[in-house]
């Protein structure tokens, strides 16, 4: 996850003294770009637990720590505990927390479910098919979970950040 760094990408642009290892670099993995830090994310829309729509530049202002998960995914419900306790430990920081479901839209009501039989707190949203699409193309996602943290601006800071269990995190946070 680490080795993939502007620092490094960079190293391979037009100034490079490599240039065919450099366009081979580049033609391998410009589809990655949207993961380098400081990248901008897509402004996409999701829906909120109350059907209105909600799109990620909303959440500019603010550290957003961004839970990719959903109801069926084993691995995303075991990170649950430590997501709660991480968003209760810094609720008056400068970061907020937003869980999106890769649920599809048949399951809906399953999700809305779940997240009061939990009880789920933070931004609970859900992501149509076309923004799971743009969100899975841009950040390379194979599976879920993933996290991501966002600056204030909205700009990335690590497109696969730690999960919520491994004390790598609140070092990231702090």
């Known amino acids: 996850n680490g080795d993939f760094s502007k620092k490094l990408y960079s190293a391979f642009d037009s100034s ?8 081979v670099v580049k033609e391998k993995y410009s589809h990655l770009e949207g993961m380098l830090e400081g990248s901008d994310t897509p402004d996409v829309e999701f829906e909120n637990t109350k059907g209105e729509t909600v799109y990620l530049s909303e959440f500019k202002g603010k550290y957003t720590y961004i839970d990719l998960w959903a109801t069926w ?6 990170e649950i505990p430590s997501l709660q306790k991480i968003e ?15 649920d599809k839209a048949k399951d809906r009501d399953k999700w809305l479910s779940f997240i009061e039989e939990k009880p789920l707190t933070g931004n609970q ?3 149509s098919k ?13 599976m879920i979970p993933r996290f991501i943290f966002l600056d204030p601006e909205g700009k990335i800071i690590d497109a696969t950040a730690p999960f919520p269990s491994d004390p ?3 070092k990231l946070f702090d």
């Open 16 to 23: 490079s003294p490599y240039p065919e290892m450099a366009k």
């Open 73 to 78: 995914c084993g691995p995303c419900i075991k």
């Open 88 to 102: 209760k430990d810094y609720h008056d920081k400068n970061i907020q927390f937003v869980s999106v479901s890769f």
């Open 125 to 127: 949203l859900i992501a």
């Open 130 to 142: 076309e923004t799971n699409k743009i969100l899975s193309k841009t950040y390379n996602i194979k």
């Open 168 to 170: 790598m995190l609140l």
